[in-house]
């Protein structure tokens, strides 16, 4: 999944788009929300997670680099030094056990299972069973088992993606991440270190976010978003980021054309805000 974010911003970066023989040119953005699979399923909601985290990555990374490379030119020696430079990338809810999806498609099966996870059990027996609402995926030897467990809720259209170990005889979380979209073109997201919530306007721009990482602990499984209710999601939204911001990490906040850079790695609060309309040539195609 890493990778192909990386590709699309690249991608986004160098291509130019246009429409050719429409009776009307309508402003495409690189980082419009464009969701392609609209299938009530587990492998439907994975591909939506993926848009908004590609649309939220993009713009972030496009203000961010842009503001960057305007402290360089000012002062190409010593822009390092600037406590307004950004030096840290964006990579929100790089969760490694999610990428084992990428292989589960509705051809997967608990006999074809085993062959194709074979490389990623190293050995382990390999059980595979499919639900109404997803699928659990395990990989097991004598003393550990190693469980992926998908669901997903067509009513709430969320999904919750769920790695655990079984070391007899313990059982242990060890990644998780939930998806839901709610009734207003907003999308909550969080995993076991981090939260997000993102709404785009009809034409799938982004309108605003609040993204925050713990900088210790974990969130755990019964704060759940899964299935939730809009007045839960709501207590969601304005719980991300809240209270002492030197408690969080890699903290984004955007609203009214601003992203606010929140950086508490040293210690101390320092607030970077970039203007959206000072970079805008860096989100229209020609």
Do not use: W
């Amino acid at each position: 999944m890493i990778k192909r974010i990386a590709a699309v911003i690249c991608t986004l970066l160098l291509l130019l788009t246009a429409s050719c023989g429409a009776p009307e040119q309508k402003i495409i953005y690189k980082d419009t929300l464009i969701i392609e699979n609209n299938e009530s399923t587990f492998e439907g909601a994975r591909e939506r997670f993926r848009a908004v985290l590609e649309s939220l990555t993009t713009r972030v990374f496009l203000l961010e680099d842009s503001h960057n490379k305007a402290l360089e030119q000012e002062n190409p020696d010593s822009y390092f030094l600037d406590p307004n430079y950004i030096p840290r990338a964006f990579d929100p809810f790089n969760i490694a056990s999610l990428e084992i999806t990428d292989k589960i498609d509705d051809a997967v099966d608990a006999q074809n299972a085993p062959e194709i996870f074979e490389s990623e059990a190293e050995g382990a027996g390999v059980i595979f069973d499919r639900k109404d609402d997803g699928y659990t995926l395990k990989f097991m030897t004598e003393t550990l088992t190693k469980i992926y467990d998908a669901s997903y809720d067509a009513d709430t259209d969320s999904l919750r993606f769920v790695y655990s170990e079984k070391t007899p005889p313990q059982d242990k979380d060890v990644e998780f991440l939930e998806f839901i979209k709610t009734e207003d073109n907003s999308y909550a997201i969080q995993s076991n270190k981090a939260r997000c919530f993102i709404t785009f306007d009809e034409d799938g721009r982004i309108v605003s976010f609040r993204y925050a990482e713990l900088k210790t602990g974990e969130y755990s499984l019964e704060g759940s978003i899964f299935k939730a209710s809009a007045a839960s999601l709501m207590t969601f939204k304005s719980g991300i980021s809240n209270g002492k911001k030197s408690d969080y990490d890699n903290i984004r906040e955007y609203n009214e054309g601003v992203l606010t850079h929140i950086e508490t790695s040293e210690g101390t609060v320092n607030e970077i805000q970039i203007y959206s309309d000072i970079y805008a040539s860096v989100f229209v195609y020609d």
